[in-house]
């Protein structure tokens, strides 16, 4: 195994090497349970648990199951941007929760995928240049958002220009959440369907942190001569509204030929609001047209409800 001194690390290929979802359990497991992960941070869990595991070769924790001959671990299909701030187990959850239909997808995720021996170490332009060209061969990002009202990546440098580089190399975007998390996004929403509005407002490139200093100021530099940190604001923004978009109607799909209820139509309406917002009149104005007929039907003609539309 070649020291870290010996290795150029501008010429260090991107590993794209990912795990099913049943490692992140059998990661748990090996640790010792939830029990003994709880409360921690994915930087806790590196450097408690990760790091020790692959002293003994210096190499990553999917290197290590490739050398046992895992069958769980093989070629990434799809990029997961999180926090290290989170609490790891959050982390899990709402990636469990995501892929419950995907067991056999590869998940790159760069505790595992990285070298947590090598990676603090790679300089930035690695990142910017190498990271951007993988994101493009994976063609899929999701992002780790939580808690929704207030999360994490959108203060973080790194995981907004993940963000800006599944826009640019047009991948597919998506956001995971653990069930009580999306539970609470809808639920709020339906009681006031601007609070979404309120948290995109909070992103700002500009603002954002990063643990390493000489990587903040190089992100920001990057962006502002690319495309400027207003554009990069807008493209996060762009893709978290599709994202509520997709989130909204699906649950407004599975609502039909249900009993009628006010929360249900109160979804909807925001549903409306948002496609609205979004400069989709025709079909803001067909599910606002279905919204009146449900609250008439429900509550009468001199409703709250009938009145607010």
Not at 9 to 25: I, N
Request: some cysteine.
């Amino acid at each position: 195994v070649k020291s870290k001194e010996n290795i150029e690390k501008k010429d260090l290929p991107f590993p794209k090497v990912g795990v099913k979802l049943c490692v992140f359990e059998e990661a748990i497991n090996g640790c010792g349970g939830r029990d003994a992960l709880r409360g921690l941070t994915t930087t806790d869990v590196c450097n408690k648990f990760l790091k020790p595991a692959t002293s003994k070769y210096q190499n990553s924790f999917c290197e290590l199951l490739q050398l046992a001959k895992s069958p769980n671990v093989g070629q990434a299909n799809v990029f997961i941007s999180h926090a290290w701030r989170y609490v790891f187990l959050d982390v899990v959850d709402a990636l469990q929760s995501h892929f419950k239909d995907e067991p056999d997808t590869y998940i790159w995720f760069d505790l595992f995928s990285n070298n947590q021996h090598l990676a603090g170490d790679l300089p930035f332009e690695w990142w910017a240049t190498t990271f951007k060209s993988a994101i493009k061969d994976f063609g899929r990002v999701v992002m780790v958002l939580s808690p929704w009202n207030n999360p994490i990546p959108f203060t973080r440098a790194w995981c907004l220009f993940e963000v800006y580089s599944a826009v640019i190399t047009e991948s597919d975007f998506e956001v995971a959440m653990c069930d009580s998390e999306r539970e609470a996004f809808l639920e709020q929403i339906r009681g006031d369907n601007t609070v979404f509005l309120k948290m995109l407002a909070a992103i700002d490139v500009k603002k954002s942190e990063a643990w390493n200093k000489d990587d903040l100021l190089r992100i920001k530099d990057v962006v502002e001569k690319e495309v400027g940190f207003q554009q990069v604001n807008m493209m996060v923004k762009g893709k978290m509204r599709d994202w509520v978009d997709a989130t909204l109607k699906a649950s407004v799909e599975q609502t039909k030929g249900g009993t009628l209820n006010k929360k249900d139509i109160n979804q909807k309406m925001s549903y409306a609001f948002n496609l609205k917002d979004t400069g989709k009149y025709e079909e803001a104005l067909k599910l606002y047209q279905e919204c009146l007929e449900e609250y008439t039907e429900l509550e009468g003609e001199k409703s709250l409800g009938v009145a607010q539309i």
